[in-house]
C-alpha cells in the first residue's frame, strides 16, 4: 500500500523557518519526481514545487511565491521527502501536502494527509 | 505563467444528474491537464490525466476532454459521495498552476 506520511508542521513567527517532512512507503521513492502543495486556509490549491529523481540529477522546480525562500530536497536511502522553508511570511500559513508524480503523467497520483504550518506573531 | 479559470465556481446539483464544470488556461497546454477531487479536510484524489485518461479506481461516470486551451470534467450521473470541490491543474509548462476550484453541493 503506497502511503506518504508529513509531519513537522506547527506555529512559527513570521521571519522564521521549519522543516517539513514527508516519509513514503509501499512504491519505489527513488524512481519518482515529488510534487509539495499547499492549500491556505479555505483556499484553493498552490503547487510550492518539485523534485526530479536521482535519474535526473534530482533538479527542483519553484512557485514564484516561494523561489529563494523554500528548497525542496530528498533522501532516497530514508524514503523521504523534505521541504526546507525560510524567511516564513503569514502568506505562507497552509496545510502542506506531499505527492507522488505518476510516472506515466505528470500529475500527483498519491498525496499525503497534509501537516499544518501556521505563521503568526 | 499559465492561468486556469474555472467554472463555475460553485454548482448546486441534485443526484443523478449530469454535472460539466470547464477549465480554461490562459495559453495552449495540450493535453497536458489533470482534474482532482477534495473533500473537507482530506488530500485532493487524481480523477483524470492527460485530459482524457481515467485514473485506475475512478468510476467511469467520470469523463475529461479537451486539448489546447478549453477543458472539461463531466460527470454523468452524481451520486451523494461526488458531493466535493473539483480542481484542474496544468502540468504543461512550470510554474505548475490549479484552477481556483469549483464546489458540487446538493440541491
Known amino acids: 500500500e503506497v502511503q506518504l506520511v508529513e509531519s513537522g508542521g506547527g506555529l512559527v513567527q513570521p521571519g522564521g523557518s521549519l522543516r517539513l517532512s514527508c516519509v513514503v512507503s509501499?512504491?519505489?521513492?527513488?524512481?519518482?519526481?515529488m510534487d509539495w502543495v499547499r492549500q491556505a486556509p479555505g483556499k484553493g490549491l498552490e503547487w510550492v514545487g518539485r523534485t526530479r529523481n536521482k535519474e535526473n540529477s534530482y533538479t527542483t522546480e519553484y512557485a514564484a511565491s516561494v523561489e529563494g525562500r523554500f528548497t525542496i530536497s530528498r533522501d532516497d536511502s530514508k524514503n523521504s521527502l523534505f521541504l526546507q522553508m525560510n524567511s516564513l511570511k503569514t502568506e505562507d500559513t497552509a496545510v502542506y501536502f506531499c505527492a507522488r508524480v505518476d510516472s506515466n503523467s505528470p500529475a500527483g497520483d498519491y498525496w499525503g494527509q497534509g501537516t499544518l504550518v501556521t505563521v503568526s506573531s | 505563467d499559465i492561468q486556469l479559470t474555472q467554472s463555475p465556481s460553485f454548482l448546486s446539483a441534485s443526484v443523478g444528474d449530469r454535472v460539466t464544470i470547464t477549465c480554461r488556461a490562459s495559453?495552449?497546454?495540450?493535453?497536458?491537464l489533470a482534474w482532482y477531487q477534495q473533500k473537507p479536510g482530506k488530500a485532493p484524489k487524481l480523477l483524470i490525466y492527460?485530459?482524457?485518461t481515467l485514473q485506475s479506481g475512478v468510476p467511469s461516470r467520470f469523463s475529461g476532454s479537451g486539448s489546447g486551451t478549453e477543458f472539461t470534467l463531466t460527470i454523468s450521473s452524481l451520486q451523494p459521495e461526488d458531493f466535493a470541490t473539483y480542481f484542474c491543474q496544468q502540468l504543461n509548462s512550470y510554474p505548475l498552476t490549479f484552477g481556483g476550484g469549483t464546489k458540487v453541493e446538493i440541491k
Open positions: 495559453q495552449g497546454i495540450n493535453n497536458y
Open positions: 509501499g512504491f519505489t521513492f527513488s524512481d519518482h519526481y
Open positions: 492527460a485530459a482524457s
